[in-house]
């Protein structure tokens, strides 16, 4: 049977738990926005410092350029350092953005599990039926959406190691 019945609750009583719900799930959209903040600062702190760093490389780039001018010496060794190091900070800017995306998604699949919970409960104390079925759907979505999301993220995560590892052994046999 997917349902169970139970003694009618108050009016009183429906208005207490709806209340209750909508708090928590309020709450949990402040969560979800106080983690998207903390994130978006996070994004703003690594990009100074990705541009600061490449401003410095350039400068460094261009200081020793003027200094070999004069001598007779082949300059485009220069070029290769210059474009490993700019692909390197892009690579990291890649594995930031990785654990970013993948944390983003996992706050924003529990948050969603949690107020779909939340609003079956809320629909099963307003029925006064509990239906069994649907919250048993409900987890089981749950469950497949993370292990999807577990194994897309960890491909992303392998793909950009591997772009790091190529990069690395690419430079040495220069």
């Keep these: 049977m997917a349902t169970k019945n139970k003694k009618n609750p108050s009016n009183d009583g429906d208005k207490a738990i709806s209340n209750q719900i909508e708090e928590l799930k309020s709450k949990l959209d402040e969560a979800t926005n106080s983690a998207k903040k903390n994130i978006r600062s996070t994004i703003a702190i690594c990009t100074e410092q990705y541009n600061r760093a490449i401003e410095a490389n350039k400068n460094y780039m261009e200081e020793l350029r003027e200094q070999m001018k ?3 010496m082949d300059t485009s060794a220069l070029d290769e350092i210059n474009n490993t190091f700019v692909n390197s900070l892009q690579m990291s800017e890649e594995v930031i953005d990785a654990i970013i995306d993948s944390h983003l998604r996992r706050v924003n699949q529990a948050v969603d599990f949690n107020k779909k919970c939340l609003e079956t409960m809320q629909q099963s104390y307003m029925s006064d039926k509990f239906d069994y079925e649907k ?9 497949e959406q993370s ?3 577990s194994t897309r993220d960890l491909k992303r995560i392998v793909d950009v190691y ?3 590892i190529n990069l690395s052994v690419n430079f040495s046999k220069r």
Excluded: R
């Excluded at 919250?135 to 469950?143: D, E, H, M, T, Y």
């Design 70 to 72: 004069d001598s007779q």
């Design 135 to 143: 919250f048993i759907a409900l987890q089981q979505k749950n469950f």
């Design 147 to 149: 292990s999807e999301l």
């Design 162 to 164: 591997n772009k790091h």
